[in-house]
């Protein structure tokens, strides 16, 4: 994602400090020559220079630190830039993220044209998004609105990531390859991916049960309204917390005209686990429903 120029990253480079962007912050290793900082741990606000160590909790003012007589004029600057930027964004979607790498290998078993089709990559240039297969949510213009990366690892905590960090969750993805009558929602992006490539493409993740229990319910669903959805399947995890969300979601949904159906999976079993036999016995369901 291209860089702000600011004072504090000039003087980073002045001074040859290798620094990764988080937020709102650039992260260092620590100055506090009594801290052994390994794990750069010194964050510094973009803008006004201040920062503390999370780890020993030292605080500096970058600025001062090197003596440095700094111009308010320059950093309020720095600060409208970063603003509009932020308002670009938001007008315009983000940025694919630095060292953006297109995958090129099967993901769990997921074809390389699905994962493809969907620009999934990987970077290790962005903290805390590196060893993570990652896909760029878009809206329904194209504009990129979050980055969600799933860890290579199974057992890795958390198993994902947003980015940037509080975003708003969108629905994935969210225009259908065509017009439907009939759509599937699934928690996961990994329910999503191991349904749509055998072969079920009128499915729908809604990224965690929560997404669509707000306010944004009926903005979220209009698009497909406008596509010719008139019946959801809902298809989430088969554990207690997907039957609960299941037995949430399917008022509000039928509150906005659609008809629902909740589909019941086997306890512990999930639409990211299904095999081809299972999707296919799915996709007929539906088609002949």
């Known amino acids: 994602m291209g ?15 290798s620094y990764r962007v988080q937020g709102s912050d650039y992260v260092i290793k620590c100055l506090n020559p009594d801290h052994d900082d390994s794990n750069p741990s010194l964050r510094i606000d973009k803008i006004k220079g201040i ?44 940025e694919m993220l630095d060292g953006y790498t297109p995958v090129n290998t099967k993901f769990r078993g997921i074809s390389v044209d699905t994962l493809s089709k969907f620009d999934m990559f990987y970077t290790d240039k962005v903290e805390n ?11 329904i ?22 980015y940037p960090p509080k975003a708003e969750m969108h629905l994935f993805p969210a225009v259908l ?13 990994f329910d999503f991916l191991n349904l749509y490539d055998k072969g079920l493409k009128n499915v729908v993740a809604t990224l965690g049960t929560s997404t669509l229990l707000g306010a944004s319910l009926a903005s979220k669903m209009m698009p ?13 995890d088969g554990d207690k917390a997907g039957s609960d969300a299941a037995s949430k979601l399917k008022p509000l949904l039928e509150g906005l005209n659609f008809e629902v159906e909740i589909v019941e999976l086997e306890e512990d079993t999930d639409p990211g686990s299904m095999d081809q036999e299972s999707v296919d016995r799915l996709k007929k369901y539906i088609e002949n429903d």
């Open 3 to 17: 860089e702000l120029d600011t004072p504090v990253s000039r003087l980073f480079k002045e001074k040859h400090i």
């Open 51 to 94: 920062g503390q160590c999370f780890a020993c909790s030292f605080k500096i003012n970058i600025f001062q630190y090197f003596g440095i007589i700094t111009n308010n004029v320059n950093i309020k600057v720095a600060g409208i830039k970063e603003k509009i930027r932020d308002i670009r964004q938001a007008e315009n979607g983000l």
């Open 129 to 139: 998004m590196d060893d993570r297969i990652i896909v760029p949510i878009k809206d």
């Open 141 to 162: 213009r194209g504009r990129i609105k979050v980055f969600v990366g799933r860890h290579v690892l199974s057992n890795a905590n958390p198993r994902y990531m947003i």
């Open 177 to 189: 390859d065509s017009p439907t009558k009939k759509l599937v929602l699934v928690e996961g992006l």
């Open 224 to 236: 497909f309204k406008a596509h010719g959805v008139s019946k959801i399947y809902i298809c989430f």
